[in-house]
């Protein structure tokens, strides 16, 4: 019985919690109907409202739904620009103005981007035969890096750059790798000038108060981010001038001690330095004219050039608006006579190997330029695809003339949605006016002890002499005698203006030369100094210590007279190959000149005699203590004759008979 009671007790215990469990989920279904309910009265005059809409404008929702199925697939996107139009109550229709105006409110304005981005090609053809390539690429942003605000959003420009510019305090940084020597007497003046191998120079903030550290931390990041040897940039090839490399952005800054200058001139360029200066840009290599920068071409040329240019800029006359401004150039000039070139003509996809199909969707403007100034009617070669527009602009204190092809414009690439420009030579190349400033040096003398490094500046104006500032840097292993310093022009001596010398320190600090000459017209002014070569130790040598020792290029800096009036408007919207250096004077422009690096011989002692001494060393122990060693150990045993055949045959005859042997 105690058991039959147990087993009911448990049935209506199952039974009650089954009615628990129905109660509870008719509850729940109860609930979620009531809210469906009230849901679908909440929403049923929206949905009214919505089809009401759709009634009256009809065309409207057709246009969405064709939209809607065109656009592309989530892999299949690209970058492009959002543009945002601003409508007034004035541009809207007559006959919606009344009715929207009592119901609706008038849109807040949409905040424009406060950076922007350009990018350039310009193609001058030289007289030489060779062609000339300058892209200019620019990016602006207003915004401030020196009140400590830290910048989290980047969106054009670069962040790598932006960290740097805040955490060493620069105000102002230019970088420049170079593949190869401009040569101005056969080509002109280059846009951007820099000398062979690796340059930099950068303008700290007055708050720095250990310049040299910033400067050595500051190289050391740099040469991670280009991925170059600019941690070997210190103390000994570091100088600090005093009258050269004024700011080109904001300000006139006269003190000096916040400027740090150092070159590598045996620095070589290659697909390393290009990849991650490619990668700066906004749309990379994938997108604009950056589609082009394929290195295999660019490195099988004549010169090569790349550059990096950090400042801050107006933005208006009265300068109460900057921005920082990142120019990024990259020059190169392809040579008539490369193997494969049999005829005189050029295309952008012999050069490249590559066509152009697109803008830069991020990019403002994007534009090529095509110098025809020698070729205004056609005579000396032929431009194709033929373009109506055409610019002019001040370079160089010339007007020069363009023919520009926008990329923002579909017709511009016509049907097939390619741009191959092609240009063909009709007739022979002429004459061109030699520059009005260029310059050379070379080494003199005989020996390895003493030797003259002699500088040669032209000035090729026919009546018009002008001032010219000559930076000369030379290592310490070059010990100058500066009171053999001599400057002659016409056979005359020319006394210099301004000198600023300071010596060097043995493992230290380089020579710095600094001075201020006059050019008289149409001459040649000769710059000369004596110097003694020290005898490095030998774990200061290089590996390849006979190639010799590099001298960086000497700087010339002036402000040539221009033939037509410039234009000092800084903030007119001018190409950017022509808006680099700032012109504060119509009758003359700014003009930079690098001259050839030098190669000198060091006394260098023999590097293999050590390894003569060895090996020589290593045979006469092998010779001389083996042979005595073998002697000392060598245990001797005396043998006796061995017996005649006559003998052996009788003692086996014996051995045989079983008597003893003789």
Request: proline content about 7%; charged content about 20%.
């Amino acid at each position: 019985m105690t058991r039959n009671a147990e087993v009911n007790h448990r049935r209506k215990r199952k039974m009650a919690a089954h009615r628990c469990s129905y109660s509870a989920l008719l509850l729940i279904i109860c609930s979620v109907s009531v809210f469906i309910v009230a849901y679908s009265q909440e929403t049923t005059p929206a949905v009214d409202h919505h089809a009401a809409a759709v009634e009256d404008h009809p065309q409207a929702t057709t246009d969405t739904t064709e939209k809607t199925s065109q656009q592309p697939a989530v892999e299949e996107r690209s970058w492009e620009e959002t543009e945002v139009e601003e409508v007034t109550l004035h541009e809207a229709p007559a006959g919606t103005q009344d009715t929207s105006a009592p119901e609706t409110e008038a849109p807040s304005p949409v905040p424009q981007p406060k950076d922007d981005f350009k990018e350039e090609l310009v193609i001058r053809p030289l007289h030489s035969g060779d062609i000339y390539a300058s892209f200019q690429f620019r990016t602006l942003w207003e915004t401030d890096f020196m009140r400590g605000n830290k910048v989290s959003h980047y969106r054009l420009f670069p962040k790598s750059l932006g960290q740097v510019i805040s955490k060493f305090s620069v105000r102002e940084l230019h970088i420049s790798f170079t593949q190869g020597y401009w040569r101005t007497m056969q080509w002109g003046q280059p846009f951007q000038p820099a000398p062979p191998g690796a340059e930099l120079w950068v303008w700290f903030q007055d708050s720095v108060t250990d310049v040299d550290g910033t400067w050595k931390e500051l190289t050391n990041v740099l040469s991670g981010i280009f991925c170059a040897s600019l941690n070997f940039i210190d103390s000994t090839n570091t100088v600090q001038p005093s009258a050269s490399f004024k700011p080109l952005g904001i300000g006139n800054v006269t003190d000096h001690r916040f400027l740090r200058y150092a070159t590598l001139p045996r620095e070589i360029v290659c697909t390393e330095n290009l990849t991650p200066w490619k990668k700066l840009l906004p749309c990379g290599s994938k997108a604009g004219l950056a589609v082009l920068l394929k290195s295999e071409k660019l490195f099988h040329s004549s010169f090569h050039s790349q550059a990096v240019h950090i400042r801050p800029v107006c933005q208006d006359l009265q300068c109460k608006t900057t921005s920082w401004e990142l120019r990024q150039t990259l020059n190169v000039v392809f040579d008539l006579h490369t193997p494969g070139q049999g005829k005189r003509e050029w295309s952008l996809f012999k050069m490249f190997s590559r066509t152009l199909t697109e803008a830069c969707p991020l990019a403002s403007s994007s534009k090529i330029y095509i110098d025809i100034t020698d070729d205004p009617q056609g005579e000396l070669f032929e431009l194709s695809p033929a373009t109506p527009l055409l610019s002019q602009a001040m370079v160089l204190g010339d007007r020069r003339t363009f023919s520009v092809y926008d990329l923002t414009q579909p017709t511009t690439f016509g049907t097939v949605r390619s741009l191959n420009l092609l240009i063909r030579w009709k007739s022979s190349v002429g004459g061109m006016l030699r520059p009005l400033l260029h310059a050379e040096r070379y080494v003199a003398g005989y020996g390895l002890q003493t030797g003259e490094i002699h500088t040669l500046m032209y000035n090729n104006h026919p009546y018009r002499s002008f001032p010219v500032l000559l930076l000369d840097s030379v290592p310490w292993y070059l010990r100058l005698y500066i009171h053999t310093l001599t400057v002659t022009s016409k056979g005359k001596d020319n006394k210099p203006s301004y000198i600023h010398y300071e010596p060097s320190k043995d493992r230290e600090r380089p020579h710095l030369l600094e001075m201020l000459v006059q050019l008289p017209p149409n001459s040649v002014t000769e710059v000369t100094v004596e110097f003694e070569r020290a005898l490095l130790k030998w774990t200061e040598y290089t590996p390849d210590p006979n190639h010799g020792f590099y001298v960086g290029s000497s700087v010339i800096s002036s402000l040539v007279p221009s033939i037509v009036a410039m234009d000092t408007n800084i903030t007119q919207d001018r190409p950017l190959f022509s808006s680099f250096f700032p012109c504060k004077e119509e009758s003359s422009y700014f003009v930079r000149v690098y001259t050839e690096p030098l190669l000198v011989n060091l006394p260098t002692p023999d590097f293999s005699m050590p390894y003569n001494v060895i090996c020589l060393t290593c045979t006469v122990v092998a010779v001389g203590y083996g042979s005595l060693y073998n002697l000392l150990t060598r245990s001797f045993q005396i043998e006796e004759p061995s017996p005649g055949l006559a003998k052996r045959l009788a003692n086996i005859i014996r051995k045989m008979r079983g008597v003893p042997p003789l």
